[in-house]
Every structure is written in C-alpha cells, then in structure tokens.
C-alpha cells in the first residue's frame, strides 16, 4: 500500500511537471516563430533597408557586396543592450559593404530599382579613433568593448562607439559630463549625455516591440532553451515507463498474492472437510 502510494505521489508529480513543461516550450516555440518571422522579412528595418535586402536574398552577386547590416555584425554583452541600442540608434540599418567600390554599386541600383535612401559603410574607407579611457569606477566599459564583432570591423565599431562610454545610471553620467569633455555618456537603460551637453531619454520604442540587437543571439537562446526541454521530455518519457512498469509489476504481484491467497483458502476448507469426513 505504501510502494502503491509512492507511486501515485510520483505519477501527480510527474504529470505536474509535464503540464508546465509544455506551457514553457509552447510560450518559447511561440517566441522563436514570431522572432523567425521578423529576421525572414527584415522587420524594424526601413523600406528601403528591407528592399535592399530582400533583392540580395535573391541574387548572390549582390549579397556578395554586402556584409549586412551593422545590428546583424555585432553581439552586445548583457547587460549593455539598451545601451548599444540607443547609442548606435538609425545606425543599425547602415549596410556595411567591403569597398566604396560596392557601395557605389548599390547606390546605383538603388536608383535603378527606385529604392529609398540607404546609408554604406565601406569597411576600405572608414577609418577607426582610439577609445577613450578613464580610471573613474563609475565607468563600467567603453561602448567598443560592450559588444563582439569581427575583427576586420574593428574600424567602424570604433568610429561609432570610441568616444561613447557607458554608466550605470543618469546620476553617474551627469557627475561625470562634468570632468570628461567631449565624451558621450550612455546608461544602462539607453538615456545619453551628449558630448556637447544634450540630453536624451524616455522609453525607446522599436516596430513590432522588437530591436534590431542581438536577434540571432536571441533565436540560438531559444532554440537550445527548446532543444533543453526536449531532452527533458524523453528523460520524462523514461521515468513514466518505468512508473508504468512498476505498477503493472506491482499489480501482476497482487494478482499473484491474491490466487494464492484463494489456493490457499480453498486447501484449508478442503482439509475442514476431509477432517469433518473422519469424525462423521
């Protein structure tokens, strides 16, 4: 009764985790189909971005000129995502291109298509600044070293980010707007001082409620958070068979015990009345 009882606690158990499982991988397999839908059709990028880009899907010589967009370059390091957001902004959608020479190409056909205005970046031309460096502790990174890229791209993370630091909050960026001149301060939830002394902040919004950051980074999280709780099922899977396994064990041993419990009773009435035959 208590191993019958084990079990049971077991199989409700089991069947909790399973529900929740599923809740978890449906909500996960939802997150990764609308994140698929906005890498598949360039969702958050201009029209003229979108266009470019989709013709380059098509024609392989033209994606040949092409790297990308910068956001599809870089992988920003939690927690500096609002960050680099809010830091390299419209700048997102440049497409970075290996030459000016591929940059004028794509112009041109910019203009043959009847495409909107696209901003290049030719990896040949552009050339990078030192960052700016500072002792002080409330500087927790230069924005170049907030994020990951190739190293080739080095020059244009640079002419972006060199001179942008970033801080924890808006205090810390005031008080030290007041020592570094000329430097842009960022906080972590993507506020900014500028070099020059304007100030930017409110909620960022993005089209669909979907930055252009890390997006790949977002859609390889998800798919090994799946791939984790699949591998998780099949254990499930193997711990349900062996509960299975064990109650029908446990209900062959009841049937076992509970003939020879019945062979046993018939012995006994059959010797009451073998004993009863000799005293009659």
Known sequence: ILEEKGLAE??????????????????????????????????????????????????????????????????????????????????????????????????????????????????????GKVPVSSADQR???????????????????????????????????????????GVRMITLDGEIINSWGSMVGGKIFHRNEASLINRQTQKRKLEEEIHRLENEKKLAFAVQKQIEEKKEGNKKAFLIRNQELEKARAEVEECKAKELDLLS
Request: with cysteine; glycine share 6%; aromatic share 8%.
């Open 10 to 127: 077991k199989q409700n158990q089991w069947d909790r985790e399973w529900v929740e499982r599923e809740k978890k991988m449906a909500g996960l397999s939802s997150r990764l189909d609308f994140l698929q839908s906005l890498i598949d059709h360039f969702e958050g990028y201009t029209r003229a971005v979108q266009d470019l880009l989709r013709l380059s899907s098509k024609n392989p010589d033209l994606s040949s000129r092409m790297r990308g967009t910068l956001a599809s370059q870089v992988e920003v390091y939690p927690p500096y995502e609002n960050a680099i957001d809010a830091a390299l902004g419209g700048s997102l959608q440049n497409i970075v291109v290996p030459s000016q020479g591929d940059g004028k190409f794509l112009m041109d056909l910019l203009k043959k298509e009847n495409i909107g205005r696209v901003t290049f970046l030719p990896m040949d031309k552009i050339q």
């Open 139 to 181: 500087i927790l990174c230069n924005g170049v070293d907030a994020l990951t890229y190739a190293k080739d791209l080095r020059p244009i993370i640079e002419h972006f980010l060199s001179n942008t630091v970033i801080v924890r909050d808006l205090s810390d960026a005031i008080f030290l707007s007041k020592s570094l001149r």
